[in-house]
């Protein structure tokens, strides 16, 4: 299966400290999905926290990486290309849709503007179910959204067992 790893690029009002326990977090999070041997879709910003998190899950042996990326739209200069296949998606506002084409699950690192098209493109491209870790969110979404969209919210410490048990 591929599972979708959504979750914010970049935070801009994140502390160094808060970088750093995110980080760990991230860490934990890559170390569980190459475990479970599925592989990983990602947009991977250069310098980012979803580029950080690809190549973590690279290091624990993670099966395989796809990239979805909007090849007529200059990805080659926001995005880390190197880190998986391409999966191309032709323009940006293409891109939550063919994400949630190619993936069977997804799982959410935090929350950016781009995340909440991810999820909402996830009700009409190959629906699936969402899970939200705890850690990585403020606050959960508005309960409106629920109900078109399958959305679990786990703590980290289940989510070895929720992809172990998952059955789309």
Known sequence: MRIGIIGPNTLKNESKKELKERKILLVKVAKIISESNNEIVL???????LEFFGNKYKEFGGKK????????????????????EIIDCDMWY?????????TGLLICVGYSAGV?????????????????????????????INQSIEIEY????ELKDKLNNYIP
């Open 43 to 49: 947009t991977p910003d250069k310098k980012s926290l």
């Open 65 to 84: 990486i796809w990239i979805v990326a909007p090849m007529k739209d200059y990805a080659e200069k926001y995005l880390n290309l190197d880190l998986g």
């Open 94 to 102: 293409r891109q939550p849709s063919k994400f949630s084409e190619e």
């Open 116 to 144: 909440l098209s991810e999820i909402g493109a996830s009700q009409y491209f190959n629906p699936k179910k969402i899970l939200i870790i705890k850690e990585f969110v403020s606050s959960k979404l508005p309960i409106e």
């Open 154 to 157: 786990i703590s980290l410490e």
